[in-house]
Nanobody, 116 residues
């Protein structure tokens, strides 16, 4: 199983980015997926999650600004981030859990920096 995250970068406050997470060896259509982030000096926290059935959940701090989605054909998870704030600066990780084995898998992380 491999998760390859991409799309991070430097963006000004108020800007937008879209993160992508391409999976191999596991299907988002069966297992769902999520995005976490970890800022310097902070614990990793859940940003957004989506179940296999399409139900979504968001951290209060990103509700109304971030959208999680997936493309079954590409087996890719996305995180659309709008109205970015400096406090969104973090390394963002995608993850999924095998519903049969309960094993968790993580991408390598992609850095998002929001700064003017």
């Amino acid at each position: 199983v491999q998760l390859q995250a991409s799309g991070g970068g430097l963006v000004q406050p108020g800007g937008s980015l879209r993160l992508s997470c391409a999976a191999s060896g596991i299907m988002f259509s069966i297992n769902g997926g999520g995005w976490y982030r970890q800022a310097p000096g902070h614990q990793r926290e859940l940003v957004a999650a989506i179940t296999s059935g399409g139900r979504t959940d968001y951290a209060d701090s990103v509700k109304g600004r971030f959208t999680i989605s997936r493309d079954f054909a590409k087996n890719t998870l996305y995180l659309r981030m709008n109205s970015l704030k400096p406090e969104d600066t973090a390394v963002y990780y995608c993850t999924t859990r095998n519903v049969v084995t309960q094993n968790d898998y993580w991408g390598q992380g992609t850095l998002v920096t929001v700064s003017s």
